[in-house]
């Protein structure tokens, strides 16, 4: 290469197509219950959740899912109002929308109806920059399995 010529940049590192960021953990959901199996689903959201939700405000603990006419929804999960939002902002503990194909709601919908089953969050993620959360089927520990 001549004194005169530049080197060619490089392309910047790209990034693992698979990448996710955890936002929200549950841990508790394991020490309380049996996982038996886990299901990734979409999240509908409004536009101040979702800014809340990567600045790292929402809280899992206390959250249960429940499939109503044909939906999936999430309730009991809160996710701090956002300050900059004013009079538009949403309230914390709203249920909200699950995104499932309808076999998967009826899939899940059959294993809940057996005694002891619940549905409960236990992470919520970014991947590709979309809301995930992942449900665990779970069946509930007795005092001494804690």
Do not use: C
């Amino acid at each position: 290469m001549s004194p005169t010529q530049r080197p060619k940049p490089t392309a910047p590192a790209e990034k693992d197509p698979d990448e996710e960021k955890l936002l929200a953990d549950n841990r508790k959901a394991t020490f309380d219950y049996h996982i038996e199996r886990r299901v990734e689903a979409g999240i509908a959201l409004l536009g101040t959740e979702i800014k809340s939700i990567r600045a790292g405000r929402a809280n899992l603990r206390e959250g249960y899912a429940r499939i109503e006419r044909g939906q999936a929804l999430l309730y009991g999960v809160h996710i701090a109002p956002w300050e900059q939002a004013g009079r538009e902002n949403h309230e914390p503990t709203r249920p909200r929308r699950l995104l499932l194909h309808r076999t998967e709601i009826a899939v899940l919908k059959s294993e809940v109806a057996q005694k002891g089953y619940t549905l409960v969050p236990l992470r919520l993620y970014l991947k590709h920059g979309v809301a995930k959360i992942e449900l665990g089927l779970a069946r509930g520990k007795k005092h001494y399995d804690k």
